[in-house]
């Protein structure tokens, strides 16, 4: 590794019991080489960090792996419903996507995130994995059909696809304003189950947890969450609420990756 430092993880049992053939991670904020307030495993190319050590960082995520440093295939996320699909990893020329599929050995693709809903697929029966970034944008906007249609085509089948939606802000720290919750209603009357008064005004919380669980069930994969909240964790992750709340500059990014084994 390129520090002393090991990035820790935490990890999904459903992922895990597929077997060797797929390895992955929902990485936390601890075990890098990052400090103030980006300690200490910020992955974020687009922060205000030291880029230096946001790479040692990113090298290390790699070394965790076990694959060499620059192995690593993440986008240049927008809150888009756009998949890319990896077949080595693209260095500084990041597509604009916000979602990534793979077939390549070796490879690992990831996703980050600081409060956005982190997701992981993999089918390894036909050696196909996924990652998507799920912000109420790109959920609503169909990033996560759009990565299981992406992975079909590279061979997967989507009954035996397994995804997991990592570490996600939680309902009761998510309060949005009347202008939100009209998009969600304008878009699907039902959507309103994912709100429920936050005592303030006409503001709501938003359950995208629940969302991206349900969204997920309907598009016929098998779906799990890890049920952790970004906001309400502050020593473990990074939360881009939690920091416009605390009026700092700027947040730190974690990464949730897979990759299968070569």
Request: aromatic share 8%.
């Given at each position: 590794?390129s520090?002393?430092?090991k990035?820790t993880a935490v990890m ?6 597929i077997g060797?053939?797929?390895q ?7 075990g890098?080489v990052t ?8 992955v974020?190319l687009?922060s205000?960090d ?5 790479a ?9 792996f076990?694959?060499?440093p620059?192995?690593?295939a ?10 890319a699909?990896?077949h080595?990893?693209w260095g500084?020329?990041r597509?604009r996507a916000?979602g990534?599929v ?6 690992v693709?990831g ?10 697929f993999a089918?390894?029966k036909?050696?196909v994995?996924g990652a998507?970034h799920a ?17 079909e ?17 939680s ?5 949005v304003?009347?202008e939100?919750?009209?998009k ?6 039902e959507?309103q189950r ?6 303030k005004?006409?503001h709501?919380?938003?359950d ?9 069930t309907?598009?016929g994969?098998?779906?799990s ?30 990464i ?7």
């Amino acid at each position: 590794m390129s520090s002393q430092l090991k990035p820790t993880a935490v990890m999904c049992p459903a992922i895990s019991g597929i077997g060797s053939t797929i390895q992955h991670g929902f990485f936390t904020r601890i075990g890098g080489v990052t400090d103030g307030i980006y300690a200490s495993l910020n992955v974020g190319l687009g922060s205000k960090d030291d880029l230096q050590k946001v790479a040692i960082n990113r090298a290390n995520i790699c070394a965790s792996f076990g694959v060499d440093p620059g192995q690593l295939a993440t986008v240049s996320q927008v809150h888009s419903a756009d998949v890319a699909v990896a077949h080595s990893a693209w260095g500084d020329e990041r597509p604009r996507a916000d979602g990534v599929v793979s077939k390549t050995a070796g490879l690992v693709i990831g996703i980050l995130t600081a409060d956005c809903g982190p997701v992981l697929f993999a089918d390894a029966k036909a050696g196909v994995i996924g990652a998507a970034h799920a912000g109420w944008q790109g959920a609503m906007g169909g990033i996560l059909e759009n990565t299981i249609s992406a992975m079909e085509e590279l061979g997967a089948a989507r009954e035996n696809i397994i995804s997991t939606l990592g570490p996600s802000i939680s309902q009761a720290n998510y309060e949005v304003g009347p202008e939100y919750i009209a998009k969600f209603l304008d878009a699907d009357a039902e959507n309103q189950r994912y709100f429920i008064p936050s005592g303030k005004d006409d503001h709501h919380l938003f359950d995208l947890p629940g969302y991206v669980a349900d969204r997920l069930t309907k598009a016929g994969v098998q779906a799990s969450a890890l049920g952790i909240c970004t906001y309400a964790e502050a020593d473990k992750f990074y939360s881009y609420r939690r920091s416009v709340h605390q009026n700092e500059t700027d947040y730190g990014r974690q990464i949730s990756a897979i990759m299968l084994s070569a």
